[in-house]
T-cell receptor
Framework: AQSVTQLDSHVSVSEGTPVLLRCNYSSSYSPSLFWYVQHPNKGLQLLLKYTSAATLVKGINGFEAEFKKSETSFHLTKPSAHMSDAAEYFCVVSDRSGTSNTGKLIFGQGTTLQVKP | EAQVTQNPRYLITVTGKKLTVTCSQNMNHEYMSWYRQDPGLGLRQIYYSMNVEVTDKGDVPEGYKVSRKEKRNFPLILESPSPNQTSLYFC????????????FGNGTRLTVT
């Protein structure tokens, strides 16, 4: 069965410094992976997704993530944090049965990003 | 405007009183799903629907029902709510499958006393 683990529940950075949010996954098959962001009192918004094309995926707002099969990781990065990046971030894997998606999505526990001025 | 609309945004109820949270999308999406969000647990999928009249259990379906009689609507029904169903609920939809971006509603905060 697929699973996803976000290694940090809380990350604090200063504005203008790099962001690293860590995500490890477990999957029997080549997974589809996503990062979503949730701003306070809002629904979730897709940042980026990996679906077996290029291993370095670029998303919105300057975020990117690299799929590393050997490390079963999909870490989210941004070169320079902005105050507006403060939010909760979720790593997500789609459940598969064989080569087909089952329709289930498995969310990590979330990482709260704090950006200090 | 393309959107997923949930109602109500806030709901306080008592144990055992049946309730329905509505979800409607105006994007002609095939896939719809319900999640609950609890602190420290992330989002957990309750039910999902790949198309009209097709629904399947997610990871935490106990105590919930859904129906998908038409493409745009996917209501979540709690026949006999209990305090452990106090949570923040999200409805989401996407075109085609889970590999397409999910569009989320703004959430329904439910309190069961």
């Amino acid at each position: 069965a697929q699973s996803v683990t976000q290694l940090d529940s809380h990350v604090s950075v200063s504005e203008g410094t790099p962001v690293l949010l860590r995500c490890n996954y477990s999957s029997s098959y080549s997974p589809s992976l996503f990062w979503y962001v949730q701003h306070p009192n809002k629904g979730l918004q897709l940042l980026l997704k990996y679906t077996s094309a290029a291993t370095l995926v670029k998303g919105i707002n300057g975020f990117e993530a690299e799929f590393k099969k050997s490390e079963t990781s999909f870490h989210l990065t941004k070169p320079s944090a902005h105050m507006s990046d403060a939010a909760e971030y979720f790593c997500v894997v789609s459940d598969r049965s064989g080569t087909s998606n089952t329709g289930k999505l498995i969310f990590g526990q979330g990482t709260t990003l704090q950006v200090k001025p | 405007e393309a959107q997923v609309t949930q109602n109500p945004r806030y709901l306080i109820t008592v144990t055992g009183k049946k309730l329905t949270v509505t979800c409607s999308q105006n994007m002609n999406h095939e896939y719809m799903s319900w999640y609950r969000q609890d602190p420290g647990l992330g989002l957990r999928q309750i039910y999902y629907s790949m198309n009209v009249e097709v629904t399947d259990k997610g990871d935490v379906p106990e105590g919930y029902k859904v129906s998908r009689k038409e493409k745009r609507n996917f209501p979540l029904i709690l026949e006999s709510p209990s305090p452990n169903q106090t949570s923040l609920y999200f409805c989401a939809s996407s075109q085609g499958s889970v590999n397409s971006p999910l569009h989320f509603g703004n959430g329904t905060r439910l309190t069961v006393t």
